[in-house]
């Protein structure tokens, strides 16, 4: 995929309507409060550059998953309020996405205002990137802007269908993904070193072997790790395993050795009897887990292990917790890699999700290069895969 990208600076927005795709999905209360208010301030830096470049904004968004119907609980309300407050500035909710609530205020909008439309997914259409409904969507606009990141592996009406009907370019955040995953990819500094985890082994196959042809050290860590360590006729008690998986980790193992790429799994890990919070911990040998016992976290000698690599890289990329991070108890490999990724001086990418929390929660966000602000849509790009969101945008000239 060309990560060549047109940008909002590579056109003139000036006194132009600008439909742009936000990615508001955010947690809210059942009070209506915002838990947590990171994707809306990652939008600001492209939505204040629309405006003061004189441009009319028309925000499109998705908020959970309202399944092609009006559905109040899934309303953008909350965000619309918080974005104004933001911007400090007026952010005009319509109450419908095209109907004529929307039809008037796009009608009438003026350069440096906002208007946001009620949630593109209370219809159906936006899912199926159904064309008349991505006419419709663009019909409102001069320009397309995509900066929903997250949502740019999906080909929906909203992330790229109405590119088909309108000059399309990216905005500052997803500028900044492509451009940081992209180079890190195509030149990476070496040794270029990747850490794996989180619970399946199925949801990872496709990045573990792209990562195996692009880096020289692959960690797996994680409840994933069970099933490569089964694979490897390792004992793995009660521990997560995917016992339809293990013909898919012994082929990854093999290719690993093939091409010379060190695939690291762990030496000890934390086992219980319950899957519970205070469950007594024991440090057992990651192929000799008693039965009767599953695996919670990796074990003391596992992470000095993953640390020693992470010292040396040029490059590295993480997704996925290495433990049962939600229990206090269990969390401990993951803020240890946190810690150390953020320590190694390397060109770091955290996946979204669990990692990228890991590493706030201890306020390492700052000493590490960038945080990808879609996980799925990071491990598509890893993998190669053209994101259709993306791939609808104007190539940059140069
Ligand atoms: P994922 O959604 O694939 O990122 O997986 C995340 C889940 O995997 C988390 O909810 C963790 O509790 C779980 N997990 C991660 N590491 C381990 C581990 N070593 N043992 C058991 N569960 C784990």
Not at 25 to 47: F, M, S, V, W
Not at 231 to 247: F, H, R, T, W
Not at 251 to 266: F, H, K, Y
Request: net charge negative; hydrophobic share 40%; with cysteine.
């Amino acid at each position: 995929m060309n990560f060549n990208k047109k940008t909002v600076r590579d056109i003139d927005v000036r006194g132009k309507k600008v439909l742009i795709r936000c990615d508001f999905n955010t947690p809210i209360d059942e009070n209506g409060h915002l838990t947590d208010e990171r994707r809306i301030q990652g939008a600001l830096p492209t939505l204040r550059y629309l405006i003061t470049s004189g441009a009319a904004v028309i925000v499109v968004s998705h908020l959970g998953r309202p399944k092609g119907q009006y559905n109040p609980k899934y309303t953008l309300k909350p965000v619309a309020n918080r974005l104004s407050e933001l911007l400090k500035m007026p952010v005009t909710l319509a109450n419908d996405v095209i109907g004529e609530d929307a039809d008037r205020l796009c009608a009438a909008i003026q350069p440096g205002e906002i208007v946001m439309l009620e949630n593109v997914r209370f219809h159906k259409e936006e899912e199926k990137n159904d064309p008349a409904f991505s006419q419709k969507l663009a019909s409102y606009a001069d320009v397309y802007v995509n900066d929903a990141f997250g949502t740019s592996h999906r080909a929906h009406s909203s992330t790229a269908g109405v590119a088909a009907y309108l000059p399309a370019v990216c905005g500052f955040l997803i500028e900044k993904e492509i451009s940081v995953i992209g180079k890190a990819l195509t030149n990476p500094a070496r040794p270029f070193v990747a850490i794996t985890g989180g619970a399946k082994v199925s949801d990872k196959i496709g990045v573990i072997n792209a990562l195996i042809d692009q880096c020289d050290t692959v960690i797996i860590g994680g409840a994933m790790s069970y099933t490569f360590l089964r694979a490897l006729s390792g004992e793995v008690g009660n521990s997560p395993c995917e016992l339809d998986k293990l013909d898919v980790a012994a082929d990854i193992l093999m290719r690993a050795l093939e091409g010379n790429v060190r695939l690291v799994l762990p030496d000890d890990v934390v086992v219980t009897k319950e899957f519970s919070p205070d469950a007594d911990a024991y440090v057992v040998d990651a192929r000799h887990m008693p039965d009767g016992m599953g695996g919670m976290d990796m074990g003391p000698r596992t992470i000095e292990k993953f640390k020693r690599y992470l010292k040396d890289a040029g490059t590295v990329v993480w997704n996925g917790p290495l433990g049962v991070f939600e229990f206090d108890k269990f969390a401990g490999s993951t803020r240890e890699i946190a810690r150390a990724v953020a320590e190694s001086g390397a060109v770091s990418i955290i996946g979204g999700g669990d990692s990228a929390a890991a590493i706030e929660q201890l306020g390492f966000s700052d000493r590490v290069t960038h945080i990808s602000t879609g996980g799925g849509a990071s491990l598509e790009l890893i993998e190669g895969k053209e994101l259709p969101g993306i791939a609808c945008l104007m190539d940059s000239d140069e």
